[in-house]
């Protein structure tokens, strides 16, 4: 006879702060396996489909976060309707009114969650008065779909999209569970009209979302978790106790564990979506082979990158407005860029930064555009050292990004250029020598060519179903042998 403990099965299906429900989680395979199970019977029923596909990215979303998916629904209701009343509004003003309410709405819950105890804290400390913090969790994904709801919004009162009139259209759009933790931020207008088109699951689809979804899961379980738990995390908790050559391995090693963290995420979301019939645009592109600082932010966390540029830079009036003007705008764009991933000063410095960068990378390129001597082809040296003083400019932001204080920040940095001990490397090498194979690893994988990405993915395509199972169970055991005991929390969660 079958003894059912359900408790522990009420326990399972609940959420859990303890253990939210993410990719890298384990009962995150029984659930996709469970979907993807019922989504073969329902995916050319376009109601069907799209039902299915909204209840198990509400539960998705209540496993991850627990009734704090309500928000989301809360933001699918309001924006919704602000859109429709904004495309039906007569006037100007009509318009200008709606819009300005959708963007107090959505900014004014990001600001309430996410920014409230951050501003408490600054009056305290100028005392101006002694106000007591509140005891506010941050909603995950609130900073992924509220960029959502304002850019669908902006984009129907800049008349370049038709607002949906099925709410459970838009709620599909944006509770799709592959990218509602942690991106991509999906534009409306790319992805509402794939909604209730007719899908056709092709074998390039199953052999790319199949590397995709393997390539993500390698790089954040295997490369940043085992790279951050082993090594980085030590660094950054107490780096005065670690000398100059320790520091700079660590600011290396977080480089790699903030991109396979990120990207791998991505990934895997892309990759989950092309199983299913749909089509989410590219979010990395090896971002540490960019030449200059302009480069790596057109390859670095392209959805969020793009939005700054489409929705708040050209609203700044972009290059439109003078040189100086559009330095301001870069600098602008950057420092709330900053203070989008955090309520902390370090952000905003981490923003600042870049933003310079972007404003005398720009002041360059015009330079160069107005001197004809000075406009000809990059060598390869050139470029290959503009890759290294771009990446070292970004290793050197991430100290701030990272570091739990500027106290701490400082201190790595002292360590680096004052207590260096490069003597210590054998020592390294022998008490860490896994770990920087790990990050070896990981290095070489990202500056591999495209071609080889396509050489594997052409492989992909013509394995058998049940080859392509194998690989996959081969896979998911090396992922067992190789994942930390405990779940370590994907880092754009907190953003």
């Not at 071609?451 to 492989?459: G, T, V």
């Amino acid at each position: 006879m079958l003894n059912i403990d359900f408790d522990k099965l009420i326990n399972q299906l609940t959420y859990n702060a303890k253990d939210p429900l993410l990719f890298n989680s384990g009962f995150f395979l029984f659930f996709f396996c469970v979907f993807l199970l019922g989504y073969q019977f329902l995916y050319k029923r376009k109601l069907a489909r799209v039902v299915y596909f909204t209840i198990f990215s509400l539960y998705f979303f209540y496993k991850a976060c627990g009734f704090y998916f309500l928000f989301i629904l809360l933001s699918a209701v309001i924006d919704f309707n602000l859109s429709n009343w904004l495309y039906r509004a007569d006037s100007k003003r009509k318009k200008n009114l709606i819009l300005i309410f959708s963007i107090i709405i959505n900014l004014g819950l990001l600001f309430y969650f996410k920014y409230t105890n951050f501003f408490i804290e600054i009056i305290n400390d100028l005392k101006i008065g002694e106000v007591k913090p509140l005891n506010l969790i941050l909603p995950i994904g609130i900073s992924f779909y509220t960029f959502e709801n304002l850019s669908y919004t902006i984009d129907v009162y800049r008349g370049k999209f038709k607002p949906v009139t099925s709410f459970l259209d838009y709620c599909f759009f944006l509770s799709f569970f592959p990218k509602l933790v942690m991106g991509p931020i999906v534009r409306a207008a790319d992805f509402i009209p794939q909604i209730r088109k007719d899908i056709f699951i092709t074998n390039t689809d199953i052999s790319r979302g199949l590397y995709l979804i393997l390539g993500g899961l390698f790089k954040k379980v295997v490369i940043s978790d085992y790279i951050y738990v082993n090594y980085v995390q030590y660094i950054f908790d107490d780096p005065s106790r670690h000398s100059g050559i320790e520091c700079l391995m660590g600011v290396y090693g977080y480089a790699m564990v903030i991109y396979c963290d990120f990207s791998g995420y991505s990934d895997m979301a892309i990759g989950m979506a092309r199983w299913m019939g749909f089509s989410i645009n590219e979010n990395f592109d090896s971002p540490y082979q960019s030449s200059s600082i302009t480069e790596f932010w057109r390859r670095w966390h392209m959805s969020l990158s793009s939005w700054l540029k489409d929705y708040l830079y050209i609203s700044l009036g972009g290059n439109r407005v003078g040189k100086f003007r559009q330095y301001i705008n870069l600098m602008i764009t950057m420092l709330l860029g900053g203070l989008w991933h955090g309520a902390s000063f370090n952000f905003v410095v981490w923003g600042g930064m870049h933003g310079l960068a972007l404003a005398l990378d720009k002041m360059r390129m015009g330079i160069v555009q107005k001197v004809p001597k000075l406009n000809f082809p990059v060598p390869r040296v050139t470029k290959v050292l503009g890759v290294i003083i771009t990446f070292h400019f970004v290793c050197f932001c991430w100290i701030f990004f990272k570091a739990s204080s500027f106290e701490d920040a400082g201190i790595i940095i002292s360590q680096i250029f004052t207590n260096f001990n490069g003597s210590a490397w054998q020592a390294m090498l022998q008490a860490y020598g896994t770990v920087f194979g790990v990050m070896l690893l990981g290095y070489i994988i990202h500056f591999v060519p495209k071609s080889y990405e396509l050489f594997s993915e052409n492989i992909l395509s013509k394995i058998t179903i049940v080859g392509r199972i194998a690989v996959i169970l081969v896979f998911i055991w090396i992922v067992i042998q190789v994942k930390q005991a405990d779940q370590v929390m994907p880092i754009y969660l907190q953003f």
